[in-house]
């Protein structure tokens, strides 16, 4: 009998045991107090213990309608082990199976979203399998109207100032997100001037999100369904290229979102050089009897040029001289500075025989000018350097008139001289012979033996007769 009354005690005792363990307790707020309808912010749930470890903690919060769980829900906190369930979109967090020491906590955070406006209230419980259930805590939040998000905005720009009539160079957009929250479907087009076309390659590349659309070779870039995070921006670039000849002037349609609504154009200009044929400015003269007699050209500048648009259309210009011997080989070259309606000479006798590349002085010669912007031109069209090995079929210059005077030995005793005087020729020049007049004048100049250098332009006419 004794036996059996020292087992009900302990049955008691333990009974009394099971009872006096905590129930758990539980406190959840809100990340902030307001947000609009949209807007995300944290509800955090703590976690406390008493004295007793508890091993099947759990708590199931359903949210009252006005507010969800995230996308995506941004699951976190301290706690571990157990099962934390919260789904995007849902309305309901919830926690099973937590094991928690004594005199401990831990946190369970999830974001919520707003979409309806008003005063919310929130509760939940929480309980251990042994240990009951514990207390009841409420959370308030008030959701405001939706603020009205701004478009989006949209910038452009050219790689380059100007490109050269088939030439290739970038075009960048620029789209940004002025507001505290993200904007979806983010759109425009762009449709490109006639002077313009997209590249081949294309080039696109997008940091925009969505679908951009670019095929080669024809005029629409377009942007579908592009996402931008709260005052974000991104770039989409594509390769264009200059078709027409003049200023391609290039205005996109509108930029827009789904949130902010339909925004701004952007604009941007490109410069498509023209084409200058080398042919317009290719003079040819003959002089021959040059140990009896002198030929003297005079070159003109009708003070008019064709140049790109955005340079000049009148300023200096260079005549290129380039002198061949009756085996048309080139003995000698150089280059001379021809202001507006200006006129300089030089004589072939003095100037371009005199100081040979070659051995022996020809008794006939051909004279070939070009004319080219000078290096260093102002946009006034004044100044410039000139050097006769550096034209290239983008600086040759038409406009320039070119006279050749050319003096013959009389029939006279004693010696006389008649005088003609005749425009040059014009010439076909094509790129090649261009080229290879320009390489082999840099070569002289930079053989730094001075011969095949002729002299420098003498400023006004010599000779005699109209011009």
């Known amino acids: 009998m004794k036996i059996r009354m020292v087992s009900v005690a302990c049955a008691a005792l333990f009974t009394a045991g099971a009872a006096m363990a905590q129930a ?3 406190t959840k707020t809100f990340g902030a107090a307001t947000i609009p309808v949209g807007g995300t912010t944290t509800l955090t749930f703590t976690i406390v213990t008493g004295a007793t470890a508890l091993t099947g903690i759990s708590f199931t919060d359903t949210l009252p309608a006005g507010i969800v769980v995230s996308t995506p829900n941004g699951l976190g906190g301290t706690c571990v082990g157990g099962a934390v369930t919260a789904v995007a979109g849902s309305s309901t967090v919830s926690l099973t199976g937590l094991p928690l020491g004594p005199v401990n906590g831990c946190t369970v955070i999830v974001n919520v979203t707003a979409t309806a406006p008003g005063p919310i209230t929130n509760s939940v419980a929480v309980s251990d399998v042994l240990a009951g259930v514990g207390n009841t805590s409420f959370a308030g939040l008030t959701v405001t109207a939706a603020v009205a998000a701004a478009p989006p905005t949209i910038t452009k720009a050219f790689g380059a100032p100007n ?6 160079t970038t075009l960048t957009f620029t789209i940004a997100n002025p507001n505290a929250t993200a904007l979806t479907g983010v759109a425009f087009t762009d449709t490109l001037p006639a002077g313009m076309l997209i590249g081949v390659p294309v080039g696109g590349t997008s940091t925009c999100g969505g679908t951009l659309t670019a095929v080669g070779a024809t ?13 974000a921006t991104c770039t989409i670039t594509v390769n264009v290229t200059g078709i027409a000849q003049g200023t391609q002037v290039n205005t996109t349609g509108t930029v827009s979102s789904i949130e902010g609504g339909v925004g701004l154009t952007a604009t941007a200009a490109l410069v498509v050089n023209p084409i200058i044929d080398p042919e317009e400015a ?10 009896i007699g002198d030929s003297v050209f005079n070159f003109t500048n009708t003070g008019t040029l064709t140049l790109p648009t955005g340079l000049t259309t009148t300023g200096n210009i260079c005549v290129n001289v380039y002198t061949f011997d009756a085996s048309e080989e080139l003995i000698s070259c150089c280059s001379c500075l021809v202001t507006p309606n200006g006129l300089n000479s030089l004589s072939a006798r003095a100037d371009l ?5 070659t051995l022996g002085v020809p ?3 051909v ?12 946009a006034a069209g004044t100044g410039g350097t000139c050097n006769a090995g550096s034209p290239t079929p983008l600086t040759v210059a038409p406009g320039m008139r070119a006279w050749g005077t050319k003096l013959h030995a009389l029939p006279t005793t004693p010696v006389t001289y008649g005088v003609t005087e005749t425009p040059f020729q014009p010439s076909p020049l094509s790129v090649a012979e261009l080229t290879k007049l320009t390489t082999f004048c840099g070569f002289i100049q930079a053989n730094g033996s001075g011969f095949g250098i002729c002299k420098s332009c003498r400023t006004g006419g010599l000779g005699s007769g109209t011009k």
């Open 24 to 26: 758990p307790g539980i």
């Open 163 to 168: 490109v050269n009539i088939n030439g290739t």
């Open 219 to 231: 005029s629409a870039v377009s942007l579908t369904g592009g996402a931008l995070a709260a005052n």
């Open 282 to 291: 290719f003079q040819v003269a003959y002089a021959s009897n040059l140990p």
């Open 353 to 357: 025989i005199s100081n040979t590349l």
């Open 363 to 365: 008794t006939s010669i």
């Open 367 to 378: 004279v070939k000018a070009v004319a080219s912007r000078p290096l260093g031109l102002t």
